[in-house]
């Protein structure tokens, strides 16, 4: 298969940083954003021919398009582009402020947003690519204590979905990578935390002993599972990492067609049909 040029928002860590390694080490040309991308100077240094290490803060959308332009005039195109960028945030609902709201969707969700629409006129006008936007099985379920984050995860589901169906004529694919549990810094380094209100405090110990408890996935492994996304023709809309998230969504949607067909009197009640 003919080598191709990536562009991946978040790597200097975690699954941005595996990928691009991967990708590189099968003679893939990377373009690689962060916000210190002095953190890249080792593959800077290993890949000078194939890598290209730019800094991006996600959130500044007029640097996003200006840093994806440089990305495809340096290549001469781009093919593969991953919106990885992003962190958790952990609090309950009622803890979480103004603030922790709006920064956990401008960067989840608008950064990922002004991204793709950064690249879109490139894949599109040459009929061909392939979007991977890493969302979580926190964008198809929820648990406690993440809900601002599931709300950014579940608004990527949402208009990663739409994408699909609008660049499918020309030649554009949209993957959704929905992980697991995985040993990245994602609820540790990178993480951002509110203030923990006395009424969730045994919560939060009950939810932490959860956690510690659980079996994460290897990173490192993830990239040869990536590698047969972009490499499928075609390649799925959604796709799990890891053994669980399956089993988690099988529950939650059973769950919801049960309801749903249990109140689907009411439903047509409200429709004004007898």
């Known amino acids: 298969m003919a080598s191709r040029t990536w562009f991946i928002t978040g790597t200097s860590r ?50 996003a398009f200006a840093t994806v332009k440089q990305a495809s005039e340096h ?10 960028a992003g962190y958790g945030h952990f609090g309950m609902i009622e803890e979480i402020s103004e603030q922790d709201a709006r920064d956990q969707l401008e960067t989840n969700v608008f950064g ?35 809900g601002i984050y599931h709300a950014s995860k579940w608004a990527l589901e949402g208009f990663s979905q739409a994408l699909a169906i609008e660049v499918k004529d020309f030649g554009v694919h949209v993957t959704l990578i929905e992980p697991g549990g995985f040993a990245t810094d994602w609820a540790d380094a990178s993480a951002r935390r509110s203030e923990q209100l006395e009424p969730y405090k045994a919560v939060w110990a009950e939810r932490q002993a959860q956690r510690d408890s659980q079996r994460r996935g290897d990173p490192q492994a993830s990239a040869a599972a990536v590698m047969k996304l972009v490499d499928a023709d075609p390649p799925p809309l959604r796709c799990f990492l ?24 009411v439903a047509e009640l409200a429709q004004g049909e007898s």
């Open 112 to 146: 990922a947003l002004w991204v793709t629409q950064a690249a879109l006129p490139y894949l599109r006008a040459q009929g061909h690519g392939h979007f991977l936007q890493v969302s979580s099985i926190g964008g198809i379920t929820a648990f406690r204590g993440v």
């Open 242 to 265: 890891g053994t669980a998230p399956l089993g988690m969504a099988e529950a939650d949607y059973e769950g919801r067609l049960k309801t749903w067909h249990e109140w689907q009197a």
């Open 75 to 84: 290549f001469d195109g781009l093919d593969i582009v991953v919106n990885n």
């Open 14 to 63: 975690g699954f941005g940083r595996e990928w691009a390694v991967a990708a590189l080490a099968r003679g893939d040309r990377v373009v690689g954003t962060a916000r210190n991308p002095s953190t890249l100077d080792d593959l800077t240094e290993q890949y000078p021919d194939t890598f290209l290490a730019l800094a991006l803060d996600v959130t500044d959308r007029e640097a």
